[in-house]
């Protein structure tokens, strides 16, 4: 197993700084690694299609939505949610909640335990209306990651993604939806002790400028503006392609994204989807991140790399044309490699970006998760309809320990101590 070496960590160490904010001590976002957290398992329907069956063999147009199956048993039984897939040893596979507290206290404890510094819970511009079915456990989920984060000396931001922002979207609607949500709900969220800050500053992200089909540079200006519009001017991080740097006005940027880009204090490429092996990372690192990190640095603002541990996406993008699930997909885990590789570059003094940005802590759906998951002996194998597996014999906590290890290993990049206790 790859892991970063221990030696280099003896060189001028010093605490990582803070400020204060509401008479409390935050931590600083430079040279965090953070895990995005969707939260979004609040039932069947984000694991199986249609929500109202018990998950299981699928006839007709039944689906399964997720790559893995998850590894549920640190999580009690009111958690989790039994399925009609029998397991290789006649066990029957459990989906868990997300909108469950001792899930998100389990999560928060691995979290202390690998050594993690912490996630950035993504609110999606539909969950932050108070009309949406989900808005409740959303909200839920998010007061408990606040109360475990303080618990186990844990750090969290919030990301809201306007990746379905349209240019013919009615400002209108949207902005009066971001302020109330910013204002009731995430606003007060400024005061933990646990909310990551920079230059005194609330970190926000927003994801999706800069997209094909997506909301203009003008419309994510809005979005930021709209937060300062209540009094706080939070520390910008942008959420954009991965080929953010060919968007360059005049004539690649008819929808003024260029301004947008140089406006905000750190940009964000997305990686998921961007590198499966470890060749395509080496392209990646060295056409997407080093030349985005150059091209940042020119703009003066901070540069952040999206890495994972590998993804695949089959089976919720499934449709019949396209063919089978592609479970064998897995494999582009290389066995934890690709996780090791892609860490091990983007939190070297080579690159020394901002802080690094996993993609995911629990996205079992695109199959990116670093939670624990079962193993391809463990499957259902009579038949399997498309769940990919982590490799025989792998510790099924093998990605949180490797994004721990590396997460120390960043904070040395740093000249930093490790945040954990
Ligand atoms: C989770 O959220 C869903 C959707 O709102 C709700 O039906 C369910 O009861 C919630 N579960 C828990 C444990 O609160
Ligand atoms: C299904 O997959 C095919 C082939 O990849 C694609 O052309 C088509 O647009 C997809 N259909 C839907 C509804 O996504
Ligand atoms: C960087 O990635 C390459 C594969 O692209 C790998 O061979 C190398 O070991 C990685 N470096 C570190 C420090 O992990
Ligand atoms: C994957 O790694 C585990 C140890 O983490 C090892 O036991 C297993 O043999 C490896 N599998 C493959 C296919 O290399």
Redo the contacts with the bound molecule.
Sequence with gaps: MVRPTPALAAAALSAVSSVVSADVNHATLEGMTVWGYQGWY??NWKWFSPAEVIAGPPTGDQRVLTDYIPYVADYPE??REPTNFVLADGSTANWY?S??SAVVEKHFQYMQKYKIDGVFVQRFDGAANPND??Y??GV?VLQWVRQYAEQYGKYFAVEYDYSGLKPSSDPSTYLSILKDDFTKTVKPLFDSPSYIYQDGKPVIEIYGGGFDNGGTGPQFQSLFDTMASTGVTPWKILGVPWTWQQQQPPANDPNQNWDLFQSVDCIQPWGVGSYNSASDFANYYKNALKTGKATADSLGIKFSPVIHAGTENSNAAFNKSSGVPKGAFGQGRANSTLLQYSLGNVTSADLKPHFVFGAMFDEYTEGSQILPALSWNELPPNPNPGFAGYDDGADPYVYLDIAGQWTAEFHRTWGQQPLSP
Excluded: H, P, V
Aim: charged share 15%; proline share 0%; hydrophobic share 10%.
């Design positions: 609040t039932g009111e958690c909640y909108n469950c079915q989900y409740e456990a839920q």
